[in-house]
T-cell receptor
């Protein structure tokens, strides 16, 4: 969905480096989410934000941090990347007034060497 | 803890075959249920969803799913698959309504042979 964009789309980095993944949306949704997808494990929630001042840890937040700079922007940071953070990362948005259906971005493929 | 289980990890079908993908969840309260599809190289898209009402819901591209509360199941079906249905399918559950937090199953890879 072009309304949710993620940058970069692909990134290769080295162990110990700091990495930021960015997500922007034009849907006007208050709620935003970060997931990681690993083969055989589906998607797992890292962090979620219900508005600019409301940020919550998800299922697997260790090693990650987030920043909600504005309603439209939600960034995910890996302070010191490690190889087991190699995964496909998805951002999503939702609107509780529309049943909380989540709309996903195209994903960022991150490889940590 | 809530969990979602998709029993079929990899399904291979020929075109025109019927499809049923299983999804079971563990959660005692009210749930909202979703099926998402991820075509090769693309992001997740919503196939269909169930919030309340008729337990048989219809989605896009001829897919449907049936919510059976007593079995904690939400199986996805399609009477006749096409090669273009080749994708990965994810079942997801939102418990404690309106939290927005989805629990995803492991995913099922569907390969349709022409």
């Amino acid at each position: 969905d072009a309304d949710v964009t993620q940058t970069p789309r692909n990134r290769i980095t080295k162990t110990g480096k700091r990495i930021m993944l960015e997500c922007s949306q034009t849907k006007g949704h208050d709620r935003m989410y970060w997931y990681r997808q690993d083969p055989g494990l589906g998607l797992r929630l890292i962090y979620y934000s219900f508005d600019v001042k409301d940020i919550n840890k998800g299922e697997i937040s260790d090693g990650y941090s987030v920043s909600r700079q504005a309603q439209a922007k939600f960034s995910l940071s890996l302070e010191s990347a490690i190889p087991n953070q190699t995964a496909l990362y998805f951002c999503a948005t939702s609107d509780p007034r529309q049943g909380n259906t989540q709309y996903f971005g195209p994903g960022t493929r991150l490889t940590v060497l | 803890a809530q969990s979602v289980s998709q029993h079929n990890h990899h399904v291979i079908l020929s075109e025109a075959a019927s499809l049923e993908l299983g999804c079971n969840y563990s959660y005692g309260g009210t749930v909202n249920l979703f099926w998402y599809v991820q075509y090769p190289g693309q992001h997740l898209q919503l196939l269909l969803k169930y919030f309340s009402g008729d337990p048989l819901v219809k989605g896009i591209k001829g897919f449907e799913a049936e919510f059976i509360k007593s079995k904690f199941s939400f199986n996805l079906r399609k009477p006749s698959v096409q090669w273009s249905d080749t994708a990965e399918y994810f079942c997801a559950v939102e418990g404690s309504s309106n939290t927005g937090k989805l629990i995803f199953g492991q995913g099922t890879t569907l390969q349709v042979k022409p």
